[in-house]
């Protein structure tokens, strides 16, 4: 592409308003283009239709389409997707303390406990100490035979 061609096309891009790379000068008449050599040349070439303006490339919607089509599809977090055990350890525990403070806190209520063997007995279930409920109800009452034992001896 010679130098003159060069200024035609900024000249152009200048009186259309667009950018340099939207400028079509048609081939067949080059050699005008080459000729013109003011603004008004170019004009006139313009009014011709040797020069005019190309549409505005859009940009590709493929990247929009994949993310979309993720979309209506769903979020893809199924158990196809997933890795791992079906249940996972922390559920797991999740799901045992939270059965265990039901029962500390039933325990509590109907007086089975006072409050200081409550606090305590929360506090190991928070450490892991008992591996069920039924350990636990065990356990509460292993203390309870070993208190109702302490008071019969120091009575007796």
């Given at each position: 592409?010679?130098?003159?061609?060069?200024?035609?096309?900024?000249?152009?891009?200048?009186?259309?308003?667009?950018?340099?790379?939207?400028?079509?000068?048609?081939p067949?008449?080059?050699?005008?283009?080459?000729?013109?050599?003011?603004r008004?040349d170019?004009?006139?070439?313009?009014?011709?239709?040797?020069?005019?303006?190309?549409?505005p490339?859009?940009?590709?919607?493929?990247?929009?389409?994949?993310?979309?089509?993720q979309?209506k599809?769903?979020?893809?977090?199924?158990?196809?997707?997933?890795?791992?055990?079906?249940?996972?350890?922390k559920?797991?525990?999740?799901?045992?303390?939270?059965a265990?403070?039901?029962f500390?806190?039933?325990?509590?209520?109907?007086?089975?406990?006072?409050?200081?063997?409550?606090r305590?007995?929360?506090?190991?279930?928070?450490?892991?100490?008992?591996?069920?409920v039924?350990?636990?109800?065990?356990h509460?009452k292993?203390?309870?035979?070993q208190?109702l034992?302490?008071?019969?001896g120091a009575?007796?």
């Amino acid at each position: 592409m010679s130098a003159f061609i060069r200024t035609v096309r900024r000249l152009a891009a200048d009186l259309l308003k667009v950018g340099e790379s939207r400028v079509w000068i048609d081939p067949d008449h080059l050699d005008k283009a080459e000729a013109a050599i003011t603004r008004e040349d170019v004009r006139r070439l313009i009014k011709e239709g040797v020069i005019r303006k190309e549409p505005p490339s859009t940009p590709s919607r493929g990247r929009w389409r994949v993310r979309h089509e993720q979309r209506k599809k769903g979020r893809r977090r199924g158990p196809g997707r997933r890795k791992g055990p079906r249940i996972s350890e922390k559920e797991l525990w999740i799901a045992r303390v939270r059965a265990q403070r039901r029962f500390l806190k039933l325990a509590k209520e109907r007086g089975l406990i006072d409050a200081k063997t409550y606090r305590r007995l929360r506090s190991l279930v928070k450490g892991g100490a008992f591996k069920s409920v039924s350990q636990l109800k065990e356990h509460v009452k292993s203390m309870a035979s070993q208190k109702l034992e302490g008071q019969g001896g120091a009575s007796g």
